[in-house]
């Protein structure tokens, strides 16, 4: 089945710098990668999503990019604020089975 | 307001004692499945279920049953609990399409099996 690594287990940065997170899969047919959000005791959230038709995609603050030769893909936070202070997780899915999730990335803002 | 609802939020019981979580959804989505969370695992899938009816087993299904008769509702079952099977669960619901995509998780059962 699917795996789906994720580093760094633990990140920690100063309010205003980037973020970034990395992410491998070993399916090659794996064809949509989410990432989500979860915020201390809280519920995972998306918070951005790309298929395996593109490339990168952006959403204000945030980005996703993907390399299907290498099969990575990682997550790009920029101007990072307090606020942004959460564990990230990415996923993996074919669009047929399981979707499958890396271990998590614990991001610290610091002020 | 769009949600996921499980229940109860915090369970804990002793081993062999059958028990149910619930889950309900109000989006009238297809596709529900549950995760596990543990600590340096992240999220693991145990059952899916694509639509009524139809239910198959996720990476980590063993000890567990899920039944989906109706659209909205989609419990967890854990007929004979393990102390292994403390852990904090995620029920989740998409529109379908993709599997697992855009997933809305509900609020989490912390559970502990003693």
């Known amino acids: 089945g699917e795996n789906v690594e994720q580093h760094p287990s633990t990140l920690s940065v100063q309010e205003g710098d980037s973020a970034v997170i990395k992410c491998t899969y070993s399916?090659?047919?794996?064809?949509?990668f989410p990432w989500y959000k979860q915020e201390l005791g809280k519920r995972p959230q998306l918070i951005i999503d790309?298929?395996?038709?593109?490339g990168e995609k952006k959403d204000q603050r945030i980005a996703v990019t993907l390399n299907k030769t290498a099969k990575h893909f990682s997550l790009h936070i920029t101007e990072t604020q307090p606020e942004d202070s959460a564990v990230y997780f990415c996923a993996a899915s074919t669009g047929r089975r399981a979707l499958t999730f890396g271990s998590g990335t614990r991001l610290q803002v610091q002020p | 307001e769009a949600q996921v609802t499980q229940n109860p939020r915090y369970l804990i019981t002793v081993t062999g004692k059958k028990l149910t979580v619930t889950c309900s959804q109000n989006?009238?989505?297809?596709?529900m499945s549950w995760y596990r969370q543990d600590p340096g695992l992240g999220l693991r899938q145990i059952y899916y279920?694509?639509?009524?009816?139809?239910?198959d087993k996720g990476d980590v299904p063993e000890g567990y049953k899920v039944s989906r008769k109706e659209k909205r509702n989609f419990p967890l079952i854990l007929e004979s609990p393990s102390p292994n099977q403390t852990s904090l669960y995620f029920c989740a619901s998409s529109l379908g399409g993709t599997v697992g995509e855009k997933l809305f998780f509900g609020s989490g059962t912390q559970l502990s099996v003693l």
């Open positions: 279920s694509m639509n009524v009816e139809v239910t």
């Open positions: 790309i298929r395996s038709n593109v």
């Open positions: 989006m009238n989505h297809e596709y």
């Open positions: 399916d090659s047919a794996s064809n949509y």
